[in-house]
């Protein structure tokens, strides 16, 4: 959601921006546009920019070749304020090119403070909430620029990362964030902000994480930073872990897909190094026995797959650990006024660490005393920072939007605390403790083998590319994991698709079979199966089409399922880990068959840091 990029060195800024600008496609973008600062001009700060992909605006600027200076800022936007057009897309210009803003997050006094503005004079030329951050800066710019950024944000309610030119400023480019990501880094090559990592990766592996209301300068020296009474201030630098061809597509059609096919990795690289001997070892988590001994709830909020996450870990914490468990939506667990004794834990699931709402989430939580575990994929994010206890997953950068090895990493996180409060409070016995972390070893090579089944999929996405409704359905753990499948069909290919729990056809949704509808069931589960093919049957007989995922060996599905996809048996707890795949690979080769943009399908964005 908004990508943000500033360069100031040696190397012409154009295709730099533009460079990294498409490093932050998947962030999910309807317009773009980029402006840099050339002394040489009477003017020289100037903005291209253009509504659609990024490749519009290379074609504008003859791939940056024709946008001369050292030193500037781009923007992809995705949409708040004012519809997608050339008006609204960033940079926002102030004072005829005095200043120059790039934004991500949402200005939530923008009207009262254009209504100032506009009294004294100033024209806006977009909807934006952005254009008043550029005014405002314009008003305050009396030749100190970290003073007028001070003043500016002072005036601003809601989040922001900025990125700022002044005119008078040549080769300076400033940045400055509020509850959005932005981070910093230097090179050889320069001196860099940016929304996220994968921007500066082909210059430099070192960067540092903006704390809310700190400053950076770039410079040609460098970076300087400061805080908001305008003092210089040191910060740390971290590695980033992965490299350059972590986040690039490798020989893979799309992105989607390459993640699809990363996930035994992603897993691996997750569970291996807690395990020791044969046992989970989770020391780095920081938590002691006496603290899990007092859990007495476990409060989890996330947002999108990651709450089918803990839709999913209900299943999982409740059953493994006997700790009970209340799943919310991120978007709504502060508003309503929940109930939370002591002794609940916060649990926050998030792959970026920069959901608005997840992270609003933690901090209410925290704010009521809760104590809070994040399960993060981004080293260094805002909720990794925030959280009191963090839980790493080891997926690697992902980049498509729908997400898919970061889910599975999530789901194995959430198996192994599980298993380990299991254990320390004596709810799990021994032999059950060690079989189950075998069977947790074993799913790396297990969704392997499920991969070679992607020949079979495409064939049958082909099959059915042209449903116009899709219903998925499942009890217990199933039921859990056909809300991703479903979320994973309608996100990329935009059919509609339903999750039920199977039982619950029956109060209402069971009108809207008819023949032609597709039906998806997931039985996994041997105490539920019978149950299970009691709603496939019933929805056969009123004329869907009825696919199904069980594991190998139940042939008793093809009695009912006109195809049947089999995965690996293993220990009922741990199936959402495998079921997922083929339904992942599902969505993918409809979306493709559909000739959609798997990596970046309409409207959504990979990491949605507004509210
Ligand atoms: C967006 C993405 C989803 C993701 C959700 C939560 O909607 O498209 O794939 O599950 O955000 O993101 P998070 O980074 O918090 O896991």
């Known amino acids: ?335 309503r006024d929940p109930v939370l004794e002591e002794g609940t834990l916060l649990m926050v699931v998030s792959q970026s660490g920069e959901t608005a709402d997840s992270l609003a989430a933690l901090r209410y939580g925290k704010a009521q005393g809760m104590l809070s575990l994040a399960i993060v994929n981004v080293v260094g994010s805002s909720i990794a920072r925030e959280a009191d206890r963090v839980f790493y997953t080891a997926a690697g950068p992902e980049i498509a939007v729908a997400t898919t090895k970061a889910y599975s990493a999530q789901l194995a996180a959430c198996y192994m605390l599980a298993m380990h409060f299991g254990l320390v409070r004596k709810v799990m016995a021994e032999e059950d403790y060690l079989r189950h972390i075998t069977a947790l070893s074993r799913l790396p090579e297990q969704i392997e083998q499920i991969l070679q089944q992607e020949a079979r999929m495409q064939w049958l996405a082909g099959k059915y590319a042209n449903t116009r409704d899709a219903f998925f359905i499942g009890r217990g753990l199933d039921y859990a994991s056909v809300l991703e499948g479903a979320l994973k069909l309608k996100e990329i290919s935009y059919i509609h698709a339903e999750a039920y729990a199977a039982g619950e056809l029956k109060h209402g949704t069971i009108s809207l079979i008819e023949k032609g509808s597709m039906v998806m069931s997931v039985a996994t589960q041997h105490d539920l199966l019978e149950k299970e093919i009691s709603n496939m049957v019933e929805v056969h007989a009123r004329g869907a089409t009825l696919l199904a995922v069980t594991y190998d060996g139940n042939y008793a599905m093809e009695d009912q399922a006109d195809f049947t996809i089999y995965i690996p048996k293993t220990e009922d707890v741990f199936y959402p880990s495998l079921v997922v795949v083929p339904l992942q690979l599902l969505a993918y080769y409809v979306s493709l068959a559909r000739g959609i943009d798997v990596d970046k399908p309409r409207n959504l964005a990979k990491s949605v840091t507004v509210e």
């Open 1 to 335: 959601m908004c990508g943000i990029v500033g360069y100031t060195g040696t190397t012409k800024a154009a295709r730099i921006l533009l460079d990294g600008l498409e490093r932050l496609e998947y962030r999910g973008y309807d317009s773009a546009g980029i402006c840099v600062s050339d002394g040489n001009r009477e003017h020289p700060l100037q903005a291209w920019k253009v509504k659609g992909r990024l490749q519009a605006l290379r074609d504008a600027t003859g791939n940056g070749e024709q946008v001369p200076g050292f030193s500037g800022i781009g923007h992809t936007r995705w949409a708040t304020h004012g519809e997608p057009n050339t008006e609204n897309a960033h940079p926002h210009l102030s004072g005829g090119g005095k200043v120059a803003v790039v934004h991500n997050g949402i200005i939530e006094n923008y009207q009262e403070l254009r209504q100032k503005l506009e009294g004294k004079g100033y024209v806006f030329q977009s909807e934006t909430d952005t254009e008043t951050i550029a005014h405002l800066l314009n008003e305050y710019d009396k030749g100190d620029p970290i003073d007028a950024i001070v003043r500016t944000v002072m005036h601003l309610r809601g989040s922001f990362a900025l990125g700022i030119l002044f005119e008078d400023r040549p080769g300076e480019v400033y940045g400055v964030r509020r509850d959005s990501p932005l981070i910093a880094a230097v090179s050889d090559e320069g001196a860099f902000i940016a929304s996220d990592v994968p921007a500066i990766l082909p210059y430099t592996r070192k960067v540092t994480y903006l704390d809310n209301m700190e400053i950076v300068c770039l410079h040609k020296d460098g970076l300087t930073f400061y805080n908001m009474d305008g003092e210089p201030i040191e910060k740390e630098f971290t590695t980033v872990s992965w490299d350059v061809e972590a986040a690039e597509k490798g020989g893979y059609a799309h992105f989607m897909l390459k993640e699809i096919h990363e996930q035994p990795k992603a897993l691996e690289d997750t569970i291996r190094p807690h395990i020791q001997d044969g046992k989970l070892v989770l020391s780095e988590l920081g938590m002691t026995d006496d603290e899990i001994r007092g859990i007495r709830r476990i409060q989890m909020a996330a947002c999108g797959s990651a709450w089918h996450v803990c839709m999913t870990a209900k299943y999982i914490f409740e059953r493994l650990a006997r700790i009970p468990v209340d799943v919310d939506l991120a978007s709504e667990f502060r508003y």
